[in-house]
């Protein structure tokens, strides 16, 4: 596949844009399900008893802090399969 | 306990000196050691192998595209008629790989039953060594799955059982000092195979918890859950996570042990590496994988 | 765009550069804490300051892996045979990247890494009959901190070796398209490894903080940092995926 200059730089940059996205989008998520998880374990540390109800809420907790990770998936992939 | 220790130190040290013989034998990195069969004859000599590391990282990463930018005939450790059928069947594109891979799973295959049967046969009420370790690794998986899915769904222990100890093994397998071994993890297609049927199991026991209305409702309903596409991109990207989790620490290994045995011209150092990223990165992944897909059902079911 | 040999040089050189020198500044910092809270453990429990020495000497030298990794790409990168005239600009951009992928990617680890030693000199400090206990889990929370710079370190060598040369005769949008996609891609692993490393760490530190105040809740505290670190790495697998294919399919 051959490529105008113009092009090229508008799927150049889309691409660039597709790095930067995800790896931005991705600092925040994993700090947040880090913390997310440290007081998991700092919970059922204090009460062992509640284990399972602690492990079910870090999970679903994560999951939803995952999301923004996921929208910045999304993104990235839209960004170098469908523009330019 | 100071037994078992000191069975495990030994165990390890045997590896260790395996490690180091195959290193002295093959002698400085452009020679290669082959074992083997050829001709109906035992093998075992050490050819010249020029080293060039590009080249190498192809070899273990696109292997049929090394093969078919040098223009040569593949090395397979194997029958040559059963490579010919690969090569028909599956296209020139992807022979040598999927031959690769399905021959290691194969031996996996054989090894996990070959195992099973031999410890089938000599169940005893007062256990052997082998025996105590299989029922160890049962009950402590057997025990999460109670723990998480409850008592009355202590029938999935055998799958979780599975799950693990066949990614074990296929991650130990690649320490074995046999050429042509390689571990099936560090192929795309097992993990993620493995992956999408994890999570295909997901939603089969929450259809049969809460019924297929039941658990569509969670994904198609418009006014509770205006952003419901995104929740199936959630489900496919549990799959890429469980999946890639696994293939990028097995091939991460691989890779990193390769460029370092290359920069020290495999002294001692890649010895050591291959046993942290074969045995302890290995079982770790294992254990996540497991517990990630137990986990899944838990959280799915739990609502 | 007229390409000169010495581009090939000058990315290899500024990549080592970039490398050593941002992937350094968390080993430091993390190094740092650990050698802190280990001297703040050793003013509260004086008697058990060797397992406290101990256990903060292989903490530091575990959450210098990363920098470790980081100082081995910038040695590759300036002596490792790239002093080469082929390549073009394809070559040039994936240098850089793979100095920025590794440099960038050891930060979070080293911090999270850090912060694990040091709450684990803060918790034999406070529980010393468990010192074997707490530096075993140590040295795994910190080895999982690790996996998200193991990945950043096999993209960076990923785009040292295996990618191409630039064909003959390619348009100039070409170039300009698959040279920043490489450079995506190590922008994509290395800010992508930072916040799961971090977050990884902090699992591992509180585990560790947890093991030495509850030393029975042992394996349940244990399960829990598997999971919790396996899951808080999904973001970090993202980054890998988007990075993979923005050097194996574009």
Same mark, same amino acid.
């Given at each position: 596949?051959?490529? =105008?200059?113009?092009?090229?730089? @508008?799927?150049?940059?889309?691409?660039?844009? !597709? $790095?930067? *996205?995800?790896?931005?989008?991705?600092?925040?998520?994993?700090?947040?399900?880090?913390?997310?998880?440290?007081?998991?374990?700092?919970?059922?540390?204090?009460?062992?008893?509640? !284990?399972?109800?602690?492990?079910?809420?870090?999970?679903?907790?994560?999951?939803?802090?995952?999301?923004?990770?996921?929208?910045?998936?999304?993104?990235?992939?839209?960004?170098?399969?469908?523009?330019? | 306990? #100071?037994?078992?220790?000191?069975?495990?130190?030994?165990?390890?040290?045997?590896?260790?000196?395996?490690?180091?013989?195959?290193?002295?034998?093959?002698?400085?990195?452009?020679?290669?050691?082959?074992?083997?069969?050829?001709?109906?004859?035992?093998?075992? &000599?050490?050819?010249?192998?020029?080293f060039n590391l590009q080249e190498k990282i192809t070899e273990e990463f696109q292997i049929d595209e090394y093969y078919r930018q040098k223009g040569i005939e593949p090395t397979i450790y194997g029958s040559k008629e059963v490579y010919?059928?690969?090569?028909?069947?599956?296209?020139?594109?992807?022979?040598?790989?999927?031959?690769?891979?399905?021959?290691?799973?194969?031996?996996?295959?054989?090894?996990?039953?070959?195992?099973?049967?031999?410890?089938?046969? &000599?169940?005893?009420? /007062?256990?052997?060594?082998?025996?105590?370790?299989?029922?160890?690794?049962?009950?402590?998986?057997?025990?999460?799955?109670?723990?998480?899915?409850?008592?009355?769904?202590?029938?999935?222990?055998?799958?979780?059982? =599975?799950?693990?100890?066949?990614?074990?093994? *296929?991650?130990?397998?690649?320490?074995?000092?046999?050429?042509?071994?390689?571990?099936?993890?560090?192929?795309?297609?097992?993990?993620?195979?493995?992956?999408?049927? +994890?999570?295909?199991?997901?939603?089969?026991?929450?259809?049969?918890?809460?019924? %297929?209305?039941?658990?569509?409702?969670?994904?198609?309903?418009?006014?509770?859950?205006?952003?419901?596409?995104?929740?199936?991109?959630?489900?496919?990207?549990?799959?890429?996570?469980?999946?890639? &989790?696994?293939?990028?620490?097995?091939?991460?290994?691989?890779?990193?042990?390769?460029?370092?045995?290359?920069?020290?011209?495999?002294?001692?150092?890649?010895?050591?590496?291959?046993?942290?990223?074969?045995?302890?990165?290995?079982?770790?992944?294992?254990? %996540?994988? =497991?517990?990630?897909?137990?986990?899944?059902?838990?959280?799915?079911?739990?609502? | 765009? %007229?390409?000169?040999?010495?581009?090939?040089?000058?990315?290899?050189?500024?990549?080592?550069?970039?490398?050593?020198?941002?992937?350094?500044?968390?080993?430091?910092?993390?190094?740092?804490?650990?050698?802190?809270?280990?001297?703040?453990?050793?003013?509260?429990?004086?008697? #058990?300051?060797?397992?406290?020495?101990?256990?903060?000497?292989?903490?530091?030298?575990?959450?210098?892996?990363?920098?470790?990794?980081?100082? @081995?790409?910038?040695?590759?990168?300036?002596?490792?045979?790239?002093?080469?005239?082929?390549?073009?600009?394809?070559?040039?951009?994936?240098?850089?990247?793979?100095?920025?992928?590794?440099?960038?990617?050891?930060?979070?680890?080293?911090?999270?890494?850090?912060?694990?030693? $040091?709450?684990?000199?803060?918790?034999? #400090? /406070?529980?010393?009959?468990?010192?074997?206990?707490?530096?075993?889990?140590?040295?795994?929370?910190? !080895?999982?901190?690790?996996?998200?710079?193991?990945?950043?370190? @096999?993209?960076?060598?990923?785009?040292?070796?295996?990618?191409?040369?630039?064909?003959?005769?390619?348009?100039?949008?070409?170039?300009?398209?698959?040279?920043? +996609?490489?450079?995506? #891609?190590?922008?994509?692993?290395?800010?992508?490894?930072?916040?799961?490393?971090?977050?990884?760490?902090?699992?591992? $530190?509180?585990?560790?903080?947890?093991?030495?105040?509850?030393p029975k809740e042992k394996p349940k505290i244990m399960r829990t940092m598997f999971l919790g670190a396996a899951v808080s790495e999904s973001t970090a697998i993202y980054s890998l995926v988007v990075a993979f294919l923005l050097i194996? !399919?574009?």
């Amino acid at each position: 596949m051959q490529f =105008t200059l113009a092009q090229g730089i @508008v799927k150049a940059a889309a691409l660039l844009g !597709a $790095g930067l *996205c995800m790896g931005m989008g991705a600092l925040g998520p994993g700090v947040g399900e880090g913390f997310v998880a440290g007081k998991a374990c700092e919970g059922i540390a204090r009460s062992p008893e509640n !284990a399972s109800l602690i492990t079910r809420t870090m999970l679903v907790g994560q999951a939803v802090s995952e999301s923004t990770g996921i929208y910045s998936l999304v993104i990235a992939l839209l960004l170098i399969f469908s523009t330019g | 306990m #100071a037994k078992k220790k000191k069975s495990l130190l030994k165990l390890f040290l045997l590896l260790f000196i395996i490690e180091v013989i195959i290193v002295i034998i093959s002698s400085g990195y452009n020679k290669e050691l082959q074992i083997g069969f050829e001709k109906g004859k035992f093998l075992l &000599r050490n050819i010249e192998h020029p080293f060039n590391l590009q080249e190498k990282i192809t070899e273990e990463f696109q292997i049929d595209e090394y093969y078919r930018q040098k223009g040569i005939e593949p090395t397979i450790y194997g029958s040559k008629e059963v490579y010919i059928f690969f090569k028909n069947t599956f296209g020139k594109e992807n022979a040598i790989s999927s031959f690769q891979l399905i021959r290691m799973l194969l031996i996996v295959d054989l090894i996990l039953l070959l195992m099973a049967l031999y410890i089938r046969r &000599r169940l005893l009420s /007062r256990p052997s060594k082998p025996q105590i370790l299989f029922e160890m690794i049962y009950t402590a998986l057997e025990e999460f799955v109670v723990e998480t899915l409850g008592k009355q769904r202590a029938n999935y222990a055998p799958y979780i059982v =599975t799950l693990f100890i066949f990614i074990w093994t *296929c991650n130990m397998i690649g320490l074995v000092p046999i050429p042509g071994f390689m571990e099936p993890t560090r192929n795309l297609n097992v993990p993620l195979g493995l992956g999408i049927f +994890a999570v295909i199991i997901v939603h089969i026991t929450a259809i049969k918890v809460k019924g %297929v209305w039941g658990h569509l409702k969670n994904y198609v309903n418009f006014v509770k859950n205006p952003l419901f596409l995104l929740d199936i991109v959630s489900e496919l990207s549990k799959v890429v996570s469980i999946s890639f &989790r696994l293939f990028g620490n097995i091939l991460g290994g691989a890779i990193i042990i390769l460029v370092v045995s290359s920069l020290v011209s495999f002294v001692v150092i890649p010895v050591g590496l291959s046993l942290f990223f074969g045995i302890f990165i290995g079982t770790i992944q294992a254990f %996540v994988f =497991t517990m990630l897909a137990l986990t899944y059902i838990g959280v799915e079911i739990s609502e | 765009m %007229v390409f000169s040999v010495e581009y090939i040089q000058i990315a290899s050189y500024l990549g080592a550069g970039i490398c050593v020198g941002i992937g350094a500044v968390t080993t430091g910092i993390g190094s740092g804490i650990i050698a802190g809270e280990g001297a703040l453990a050793i003013m509260k429990q004086p008697k #058990a300051n060797e397992q406290i020495f101990r256990t903060m000497l292989i903490g530091q030298a575990a959450a210098q892996t990363a920098g470790i990794f980081a100082l @081995v790409v910038s040695m590759l990168l300036m002596y490792g045979g790239f002093d080469v005239v082929e390549g073009g600009w394809f070559r040039a951009a994936a240098l850089l990247a793979a100095g920025i992928s590794m440099g960038i990617g050891s930060l979070g680890p080293s911090l999270g890494a850090g912060y694990s030693g $040091g709450q684990a000199c803060k918790s034999i #400090a /406070r529980m010393p009959k468990e010192s074997n206990a707490i530096m075993g889990n140590m040295l795994i929370g910190q !080895a999982l901190a690790q996996t998200s710079a193991i990945f950043a370190l @096999v993209v960076s060598l990923l785009l040292l070796y295996s990618v191409p040369n630039q064909p003959a005769g390619i348009s100039i949008g070409r170039i300009i398209l698959k040279s920043m +996609a490489l450079l995506g #891609a190590g922008f994509s692993i290395g800010f992508g490894t930072i916040g799961p490393g971090a977050g990884i760490g902090f699992v591992a $530190g509180k585990a560790n903080d947890m093991m030495g105040r509850f030393p029975k809740e042992k394996p349940k505290i244990m399960r829990t940092m598997f999971l919790g670190a396996a899951v808080s790495e999904s973001t970090a697998i993202y980054s890998l995926v988007v990075a993979f294919l923005l050097i194996f !399919a574009v």
